[in-house]
């Protein structure tokens, strides 16, 4: 059984900003959406298009530790990006294998794996991490990290300001670690019930995509380990 606690290790407590702080902070910098503005989010499976639980979380989390005794966590994150193909490295549908440096794969079986293009029928208002923010926090290092423990804690603490504000925002921008120089996007799951209701959702097998015909002929390309 996995207990429940609001409370992060110590190593990694020690390096997450103040909570009053991290809420002032982020609420400066707030970036807004205009209704109808397409979002791109890859999937494996129409069930985890817009997703109201999941099975297991990824960088923002949240931690293992808070899921409930049934196995359900509090929150969750709905990963997107405003471009075809930052979702697809974010994903995890095209990968580096480290034994063929300066290659990349696209994985078995991602030819069958969706692109569904989200579009919302109101504006959504997120706070800006993919810029003076995270200067001003001194974070932007840790949310680059390809170690998710730091971020899933630090997610809880956005989640925590998206609660407080009772559905005046909606997610959050963060830069994308696996398609640097671009952004990407979390909506949260507290505001989904809000939000399904007025989107409209476009749905394409990542296989008939541009993108990924594109990726498939560059000399890059190779087959998957």
Partial sequence: MLLTTPFPPPDIARRLPDPALLH???????????????????????????????????????????????????????????????????????LNDSEQPGTFYIERGARSALIATLRFGVPLR????????????GIFDEISSCDHAWCQ????????????EGGRIHGMVYPSRKHRGHDAVAISSRVLPQLVAGVSTSVVKFGDTAAC????????????P
């Fill in 126 to 137: 997120l706070v800006n991490l993919n810029g003076l923010a995270s200067s001003k926090l």
């Fill in 153 to 164: 804690w630090f997610g809880c603490m956005v989640d925590r300001v998206i609660e407080r």
């Fill in 24 to 94: 002032d902070t982020l609420l400066t910098h707030v970036t807004c959406l205009d209704a109808g503005a397409p979002l791109v989010r890859a999937a494996w499976n129409e069930a985890s298009i817009l997703p109201p639980r999941v099975g297991r979380t990824y960088r923002f989390g949240p931690s293992e530790a808070l899921r409930d005794d049934g196995g359900a966590y509090p929150f969750h994150w709905i990963y997107a990006a405003g471009d075809a193909i930052t979702p697809v490295w974010e994903a995890g549908l095209c």
């Fill in 213 to 224: 015909q594109e990726l498939m002929a560059d000399r890059c390309c190779v087959a998957p």
